[in-house]
């Protein structure tokens, strides 16, 4: 099964607005999750705390519950992340393919499915570049003329893929998508760093942001990093 955006690993936690119950109907055609359990899991106090859990039975699973905020989740077969989703007011309906996965229904749902789409096509595209590559050396094109050309659209693809993320973070500061998919984005780097897209992120931000204690700690860790760094 393909995972999306570099796992998908972490949910957010974070008050948004006042709702008493999630419920979240599921829908797979993946044949080797038949019979399993499916966990929800929510990122808290550094670790990924299940809050519920549900056997898929006939292609079918459900989760529902009682919260006290929305938050951003994550569907977990054991220890691996399959996807997001936000236990937000109203019926979310979760889908999960082979090669896609989608969360819909609800306002932050579908703005964080287009979202992954989007970064999916992406995603997509620079996977195609090798390929693209082996059709210009068939065709008899000129090998320096094949890394200039491939060259540039693998820049625009990452250029392209940076705004993507950095305009979604900005423009959900203020509600639990901003500071999960800002959690999504950092997940996959070695240790804190702030990088010119961090940088950017992090200079807008409003104080909601800001404050969420996964970006709060990671502020704090990837400066002292920086520091360390130039001292050597």
Known sequence: MKKLFTS?????????????????????????LEGKMLYLRVFKDDDMCAIDSSRVVHGRFKFRGMMDSVVMANVFLEDNSVMPVVLEDGDVRVRIDETTQSATGTPLNDSLTN???????????????????????????????????????????????DRLITRFIRSNYNNVLGPGVFMILT??????????????IISQAPPYFRNHPYVREYIKKAESNMEKLRQY
């Open 115 to 161: 979202f992954i789409q989007k970064k999916l096509q992406i995603d997509a595209r620079m996977a195609e570049l090798p390929h693209l590559e082996s059709q210009m050396i068939m065709n008899g094109i000129d090998h320096d003329q094949i890394l200039m050309e491939l060259g540039q659209q693998a820049q625009e693809l990452e250029i392209e893929n």
């Open 8 to 32: 998908l690993i972490f949910g957010a936690v974070a008050l948004a607005s006042c709702s008493d119950q999630y419920l979240v109907s599921g829908s797979s055609n993946v044949e080797a």
């Open 187 to 200: 997940s996959g780097l070695e240790y804190p760093v702030m990088n010119p897209q961090i940088e950017e």
